[in-house]
């Protein structure tokens, strides 16, 4: 089965510790990318990676970090810096300019 | 002024309704266009692409007015299960960056 897979769905984590967030696509897209949603709003880029071993901050950065070292995986950090993690985290890939799709997404509640 | 925006709705509808929503975007450099549905605590999922000659799937309809810079999406015979929030998305060329619109919410009533 093509898609992207991101795990765990629900993560329940105490202010202060950094907790990574894995998203693995098998769809061979170049770019990947990280968008948190918080409720009643729409999506934020937080980070975006065209290329291995390349990535570019998105509108919200901050606290934030991610890396590209195989063209399938994309981590994202939520660091004890971020101020409000709670949040539903969505992972998306695209091909050049076509479509995104997304993975399932994981729900992080910071306590 | 907001790249994408759109109604955030509800728009409340009895099934079998035809029910149009628009979003409008201010970079007149935009070349990719999109919708995507989503339901409520899902990921997107993408509904159409939108090319310039408007396209059709099944009882949806986009189209794309670059002269005014909107795009819109046409439901006709509306079902209970369209109940979604409805994202519109642009994109540039040359960018990998996608723009979301905050969505517009459709309720479909029995």
């Known amino acids: 089965d093509g898609g992207i897979t991101q795990s765990p769905k629900y993560l329940f984590r105490k202010e202060g510790q950094n907790v990574t967030l894995s998203c693995e696509q098998n769809l061979n897209h170049d770019a990947m990318y990280w968008y948190r949603q918080d409720p009643g709003q729409g999506l934020r880029l937080i980070y975006y990676?065209?290329?291995?071993?390349?990535?570019q901050k998105g509108d919200i950065a901050e606290g934030y970090s991610v890396s590209r070292e195989k063209k399938e995986s994309f981590p994202l950090t939520v660091t004890s810096a971020q101020k409000n993690p709670t949040a539903f985290y969505l992972c998306a890939s695209s091909s050049s300019s076509y479509e995104q799709y997304f993975g399932p997404g994981t729900r992080l509640t910071v306590t | 002024r907001k790249e994408v925006e759109q109604d955030p709705g509800p728009f409340n509808v009895p099934e079998g309704a035809t029910v149009a929503f628009n979003c409008t975007y201010s970079n007149s450099a935009s070349q990719s266009f999109f919708w995507y549905r989503q339901d409520c605590r899902k990921e997107p999922k993408l509904l159409m692409s939108v090319y310039s000659s408007g396209n059709e799937d099944g009882r949806f309809t986009a189209q794309l007015n670059r002269a005014s810079q909107y795009i819109s999406l046409l439901i006709r015979d509306s079902k209970l299960s369209d109940s979604a929030t409805y994202l519109c998305?642009?994109?540039?060329?040359?960018?990998?960056?996608?723009?979301f619109g905050t969505g517009t919410r459709l309720k479909v009533l029995a």
């Open positions: 990676s065209q290329i291995v071993n390349d990535f």
């Open positions: 998305v642009v994109k540039s060329a040359g960018t990998y960056k996608y723009i």
